[in-house]
């Protein structure tokens, strides 16, 4: 998917409104997902650009995904004008519209490829390094949340129904078992047993919201810590990766940023020996979230954030390991058994929470 032709990725940046002619255009970022190219251009003093091809087998509703991204971006502009009279491109993702006015377009063998502002001076962070960053992710997503907490979730298109809904997402493990494509059941027998044997302590959230207990909010759902851009001092500066913004519970997003934070290797860790939670940086992470959305949460959210840390490292297991059974169809891997390693760090994640649970509910307990 990644090694793309230039020729291909050159001519579907020159269809954008860039400022001045193009001289490279190279591969960045690490997402599993989407294909990203950092296009600089004669201006590039100025500014430079990231050109991404939409995986449509994933995204299919391409258009809804854009009307979102752009409601969502317009939105935030508007508060970050009347918050800090700052250019707006400094810190929301911005997107560059294509020569024909349009969001993105459709080349000739059917990719889609649409164009952002590249933040700079601004880094990201796969593993995160001190409390300091940790405290200004939390901050990153509150705020992110808070200032979408006014924006009407019905003009918000659900491009992934289902996304983060724990029943649908094991109702695929249980597809991918009984197909076992692959005859890869047999080597994670143990894998199952952890998760079948967990699946009802994580309906928490599923069976409040359906009873209507908790509000479905605007949540950006892919929070990983790599998805806040900070500055040199460590201050946040943007929230990126939009794709996912969908109507959602805020506990899952607090959940997933969560499951990257408190894991001191990587997602792809083969050694799950090394998996120790770093509980300072839960603490501070836990802490600068909700000094930004103490104030709009209702208590019973709040209440339900460790829920949240304890699923989204558990559903990631579970759509890891399904896509493991089903033959690695959905995310990029990059050797055989790399699903499988992913599922090994998220499951091992959970265990390590269950020694802490006690005081991950204080941390939150206490802030509240
Ligand atoms: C995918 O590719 P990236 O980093 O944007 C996935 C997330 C997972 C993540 C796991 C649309 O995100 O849900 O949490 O991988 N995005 C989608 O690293 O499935
Ligand atoms: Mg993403």
Known sequence: MSDFNQLVIERAAKQF?????????QPFGSGHINDTYRVMTTEYTQ?????????????????????????????????????????????VLTIVPTIDGNLYIQDDPGNYWRMFILIEDTKSYDIVETEIQAAEGGRA?????????????????????????????????????????????????????????????MQTILQLGSKGKLPLRITHNDTKFNNVLLDHHDKMQCVIDLDTVMPGYVAYDFGDAIRTIINPVA??????????????????YAEGYLEEANDFLTTLEKETLVDGAFLLPFMQGVRFLTDYLEGDHYYKTKYEDHNLVRTNTQLKLVEEMERNEAFMRKVVFDCI
């Open 47 to 91: 500014v430079s650009y990231l050109l991404q091809r939409i995986n449509h087998h994933v995204f299919p509703n391409v258009d809804g995904l854009m009307h979102n991204i752009a409601l969502v971006t317009k939105h935030l502009s508007e508060k970050v004008k009347v918050a800090k009279g700052k250019r707006v491109s400094d810190h």
């Open 17 to 25: 409104t860039l400022g001045g002619d193009i001289i490279s255009v």
């Open 141 to 201: 997503f509150g705020l992110f949340q808070k200032q979408l907490s006014d924006l009407d979730a019905s003009l918000i298109i659900e491009v992934l129904p289902n996304f983060h809904n724990i029943d649908f997402r094991l109702e695929n493990l249980r597809k991918a078992i009984a197909k076992d494509t692959c005859k890869r059941v047999a080597l994670v027998k143990d894998r199952l047993d952890f998760i079948f044997s967990r699946e009802d302590r």
């Open 267 to 284: 997602e792809d860790e083969i050694d799950v020996s090394k998996i120790s939670l770093n509980l300072a940086l839960y603490k501070a």
